[in-house]
T-cell receptor, first 116, second 113 residues
Framework: AQKITQTQPGMFVQEKEAVTLDCTYDTSDQSYGLFWYKQPSSGEMIFLIYQGSYDEQNATEGRYSLNFQKARKSANLVISASQLGDSAMYFCAMRALNTGFQKLVFGTGTRLLVSP | AAGVIQSPRHLIKEKRETATLKCYPIPRHDTVYWYQQGPGQDPQFLISFYEKMQSDKGSIPDRFSAQQFSDYHSELNMSSLELGDSALYFC????????????FGPGTRLLVL
């Protein structure tokens, strides 16, 4: 079984600053994937970034980077140069990679508010 | 780029009625997943299909059923609706073997009165 923990219910950051959203996970799987999704108030679920457990380098996608520390079982999302449009709910998720069809398991989410 | 399409986007039903949600995956994606997100909660996995066969099942009530058709679109059928079924229902698709990411549709917001 997999478990995702997001301990920050809400985060507040000023525009242009960087922010780190925490995510820790627990799994007995040897091979797994970690994902971050953004959910604006409109409701859609937008994929941001992916990190495989076997990847030696941290994933980056534009202003998003994933600080992956395997020994600590953490996969924190770093957003650089925050923008007002970054205000949303952010979910960390994981799934096992040992079969092709494994479902995503989500954390409870962190609500980010970016102020001018 | 083409995205996952879900219809309808909004649905209002009375208790004990039935509802059918439709999902059209990204072209060439062979796996479809259904998730339910209650108000203020994280998405919960319901069921998935690979190449038209059920591949995994989560906490899906017996009142719900789903299938994937030959054109890879999927439908989630919900009967005897209850107030607690009010939620945002997401469909996600993936190209198994090509990439690990599931791409989500915009969701169907179901309200049961």
């Amino acid at each position: 079984a997999q478990k995702i923990t997001q301990t920050q219910p809400g985060m507040f950051v000023q525009e242009k600053e960087a922010v780190t959203l925490d995510c820790t996970y627990d799994t007995s799987d040897q091979s797994y994937g970690l994902f971050w999704y953004k959910q604006p108030s409109s409701g859609e679920m937008i994929f941001l970034i992916y990190q495989g457990s076997y990847d030696e380098q941290n994933a980056t996608e534009g202003r998003y980077s994933l600080n992956f520390q395997k020994a600590r079982k953490s996969a924190n999302l770093v957003i650089s140069a925050s923008q007002l449009g970054d205000s949303a709910m952010y979910f960390c998720a994981m799934r096992a990679l040992n079969t092709g069809f494994q479902k995503l398991v989500f954390g409870t989410g962190t609500r980010l508010l970016v102020s001018p | 780029a083409a995205g996952v399409i879900q219809s309808p986007r909004h649905l209002i039903k009375e208790k004990r009625e039935t509802a059918t949600l439709k999902c059209y995956p990204i072209p060439r994606h062979d796996t479809v997943y259904w998730y339910q997100q209650g108000p203020g909660q994280d998405p919960q996995f319901l069921i998935s299909f690979y190449e038209k066969m059920q591949s995994d099942k989560g906490s899906i009530p017996d009142r719900f059923s789903a299938q994937q058709f030959s054109d890879y679109h999927s439908e989630l059928n919900m009967s005897s609706l209850e107030l607690g079924d009010s939620a945002l229902y997401f469909c996600a698709s993936r190209s198994t073997g090509a990439e690990e990411t599931q791409y989500f549709g915009p969701g169907t917001r179901l309200l049961v009165l």
